[in-house]
């Protein structure tokens, strides 16, 4: 028997602050690897750079993975859940007419998590980016070109 998604479960309770940093994923609709494309992902990371260009969020971290994405953001001047549903709507009808597609790209939902005001941002900012060396995409952070963290 197959399960029911969870997705429904992660908007209960959500609370968003500004100010506040986030860690936020996202991921691709049935999982599909759409990020091994170099140019697919440029595409995301272009939307990324607009709400932080918007003022929107202040981004701190970010890394783009073959099936999904980990962000870690300091909220501005827009909800957690205004941000998401931003970059995942543009993105979508970006990379869909890239691709010639249409329909959903992303799962639905997202799961986020606030950082505490003790917690080091610098050591989680490294647990993003270190995700494909864990994955065993590459050997070094450096080869892999689908991350940036504002403190480098």
């Not at 300091?74 to 859940?81: D, H, T, Y």
């Not at 065993?136 to 940036?148: I, K, M, N, Q």
Request: glycine content about 6%; hydrophobic content about 45%.
């Amino acid at each position: 028997m197959r399960q029911k998604p969870n997705s429904h479960l992660l908007r209960r309770g959500r609370y968003s602050e500004s100010g506040r940093a986030y860690l936020v994923t996202a991921v691709v609709y049935q999982r599909r690897s759409v990020f091994t494309d170099f140019f697919l992902g440029r595409l995301l990371v272009a939307e990324l750079k607009q709400t932080h260009d918007l003022s929107l969020v202040d981004s701190l971290a970010w890394v783009i993975m073959p099936d999904h994405f980990h962000w870690l953001f300091e909220l501005r001047s827009a909800s957690l859940p205004q941000v998401m549903q931003r970059v995942k709507s543009k993105s979508t009808l970006t990379i869909n007419r890239a691709i010639g597609a249409q329909g959903a790209f992303w799962q639905s939902g997202y799961h986020d998590r606030a950082t505490r005001a003790e917690e080091d941002l610098i050591q989680i900012a490294r647990y993003i980016i270190g995700n494909p060396l864990r994955a065993g995409l590459v050997e070094h952070v450096g080869d892999y070109p689908l991350w940036d963290a504002a403190w480098l």
